[in-house]
């Protein structure tokens, strides 16, 4: 797991530790040295830590006048054990939600498991995007099913177009306009 880095293509664009607006503004990565872990495996030092034990992520890109945050996430998403979802909505949503964020891109190709406890942290972030929107691309197929399991998917789009989603040759702007484009028509279906 050590090297399965964050997306990086990106950082001529955006880097969260200089964005003001950021909750990790101001944060150093190291290079060089590994300290954090999930289940005694080593994780590359770029991804952030945001108080789970087993789950990581880099904001890898925001844009404040469109309104959205492009989030890649790393490890095992416990809500049962480490209530990752009261910790991600604490820590970093809500700083986000605070600067005006209200759609959010959720890329968890290197997620692993998920383990659900309840679902009152979604639906209040639900509640909270008000306009916006939260969608998780990429999400192993297991992972989706979990989620569904549990109806999160009521709050976070999941499946179709949204399974395979080819990102990581497209501008995050270019990304944005064509989830939001999806999500109409979704919705006017």
């Known amino acids: 797991m050590h090297d399965i880095e964050p997306f990086y293509k990106w950082r001529e664009l955006y880097i969260s530790s200089n964005d003001i607006n950021s ?6 990565n190291s290079e060089l040295y590994f300290t954090d872990t999930i289940y005694e495996y080593y994780i590359h030092p770029q991804w952030d830590s945001f108080g789970s034990e087993t789950l990581y992520l880099k904001i890898i890109y925001a844009n404040y006048n469109l309104a959205y945050a492009i989030i890649e996430f790393i490890g095992e998403w416990n809500d049962l054990l480490y209530n990752d979802i009261m910790n991600l909505k604490r820590n970093i949503i809500e700083v986000l939600l605070a600067k005006g964020i209200n759609k959010f891109i959720l890329i968890g190709e290197n ?12 639906e209040e972030w639900f509640d909270e995007v008000e306009d916006g929107w939260i969608v998780g691309i990429n999400f192993r197929k ?10 999160i998917d009521y709050y976070i789009v999941f499946g179709g177009v949204f399974d395979n989603f080819i990102w990581r040759t497209k501008k995050p702007d270019k990304i944005f306009v064509e989830i939001n484009s999806l999500l109409a028509k979704r919705l006017n279906a």
């Not at 997620?111 to 979604?122: A, G, K, M, P, R």
């Open 23 to 28: 909750p990790y503004f101001g944060k150093e």
């Open 111 to 122: 997620v692993l498991n998920f383990h659900s406890s309840d679902d009152l942290y979604y």
């Open 142 to 151: 297991h992972v989706i099913q979990e989620f569904s399991n549990e109806n």
